[in-house]
C-alpha cells in the first residue's frame, strides 16, 4: 500500500502546473492558453491480522479530482490579456452573491434592533 500512495505522490507531483495551464495552440496568429483551478485529493487504507484476532483483512483506496476551466491568456498582435470563460466566472459568483446577500441581510438586520 505504501508503494501505491507514493506512486499517486510522485504522479500528481509531476502533473503539477501542467494541470492549471494547458498547452500553447496558434490559431490564426494567435497563441491561447487555456488556464483552469485545478485541485486533487488521494486517500488509503491498510491493515492486518492482529495477535488477538484469528483472521484479518484490510483494505483501502480512494482519490479524486476536479479541474474548472477559469479562462485563457490570449496574446494577439505582441499583447498578451487574461480572458475569464464567463460561464465558470458565473457559476463561481453566484454561490458568492448569494453568501454575501444572506450576510448582508443579518448585518443589517443587526443594525435596525
Not at 2 to 8: M, S, V
Not at 36 to 63: I, K, V
Amino acid at each position: 500500500m505504501a508503494e501505491l500512495t507514493k506512486h499517486l505522490a510522485d504522479t500528481v507531483t509531476k502533473v503539477g502546473v501542467h494541470s492549471a495551464f494547458g498547452d500553447p495552440i496558434e490559431v490564426d496568429g494567435t497563441t491561447i492558453i487555456p488556464v483552469a483551478c485545478t485541485s486533487y485529493g488521494f486517500g488509503a487504507g491498510e491493515g492486518d491480522a492482529g495477535m488477538d484476532q484469528a483472521q484479518g483483512e484490510g483494505s483501502g483506496g480512494g482519490g479524486g479530482g476536479i479541474s474548472i476551466p477559469v479562462g485563457a491568456y490570449v496574446t494577439r498582435d505582441g499583447f498578451t490579456r487574461f480572458e475569464p470563460n464567463l460561464i465558470a466566472l458565473v457559476a463561481v459568483g453566484i454561490p458568492f452573491v448569494w453568501v454575501a446577500g444572506r450576510v448582508l441581510a443579518r448585518i443589517i438586520r443587526a443594525l435596525k434592533k
